[in-house]
């Protein structure tokens, strides 16, 4: 019922910087996190960040102190601000959403958006 939709994705070369954008829409009153997981080629899909509706953190290791993760509930967006990239960022970068605070009530996925670093 919701659905997902990523923006921001490119080139970028090593030391830089760039903002990922995902929208929320559809059947969104249940919405409790949103997040941003990502996936190289060869590698497992991996937790970037994730946010409550309260706005509680949580970043993977690989990303913590470089990226900063972000919401905007009026707009039913979640942000990723990148700095620093490095090599190893390439990768798909799914935006995420878990429905329901104290039970499961779904989750859902983006289509993903290529983010290359690349010199």
């Known amino acids: 019922q919701v659905r997902l939709v990523e923006s921001g994705g490119g080139l970028v070369q090593p030391g830089g910087s760039l903002s990922l954008s995902c929208r929320a829409s559809?059947?969104?009153?249940?919405?409790?996190?949103l997040g941003w997981y990502r996936q190289a080629p060869g590698k497992q899909r991996e937790l970037v960040a994730t946010?409550?509706?309260?706005?509680?953190?949580n970043y993977g290791d690989s990303v913590k102190g470089r990226f900063t993760i972000s919401r905007d509930n009026a707009k039913n967006t979640v942000y990723l601000q990148t700095s620093n990239l490095k090599l190893e960022d390439t990768a798909v970068y799914y935006c995420?959403?878990?429905?329901?605070?104290?039970?499961?009530?779904?989750?859902?996925w983006g289509q993903g958006t290529q983010v290359t670093v690349s010199s």
């Open positions: 559809g059947t969104i009153a249940s919405i409790y996190i």
């Open positions: 995420y959403t878990k429905l329901g605070r104290t039970m499961n009530l779904g989750e859902a």
């Open positions: 946010i409550t509706n309260r706005g509680d953190t």
